[in-house]
Nanobody, 117 residues
Framework: QVQLVESGGGLVQAGGSLRLSCAAS????????MTWYRQAPGKQRELVAA???????NYAESVKGRFTISRDNAKNTVYLQMNSLKPEDTAVYYC???????????WGQGTQVTVSS
């Protein structure tokens, strides 16, 4: 079994920054892609950023130039540095990881990010 635990969410004013972390633990042989998603009230969950084991990244257009995803493979941890935050970034942020040979996807419990105007 694999557990993902997010941290780093909170309340911040527009223009501010937050850094989210997501640590994976448990029966981990290999972690493939790690991804951050978010879900705002009344909206569908959307992909924010993804990163492969070798560091290739992909971002949603709405966060390009403001957010940076990174990972520490030795610590099985993915990060999301969020700068120039906007009220529309307010959401619950979730991380996911594809683990093992069959790349089974695991999810964290989510962390709330609230950006005030």
């Amino acid at each position: 079994q694999v557990q993902l635990v997010e941290s780093g969410g909170g309340l911040v004013q527009a223009g501010g920054s937050l850094r989210l972390s997501c640590a994976a633990s448990g029966s981990i042989f290999r972690i493939d892609a790690m991804t951050w998603y978010r879900q705002a009230p009344g909206k569908q969950r959307e992909l924010v950023a993804a990163i492969t084991p070798v560091g290739s990244t992909n971002y949603a257009e709405s966060v390009k130039g403001r957010f940076t995803i990174s990972r520490d493979n030795a610590k099985n941890t993915v990060y999301l540095q969020m700068n120039s935050l906007k009220p529309e970034d307010t959401a619950v942020y979730y991380c996911s990881a594809h683990v093992g040979i069959i790349k089974r996807e695991y999810w964290g419990q989510g962390t709330q990010v609230t950006v005030s105007s």
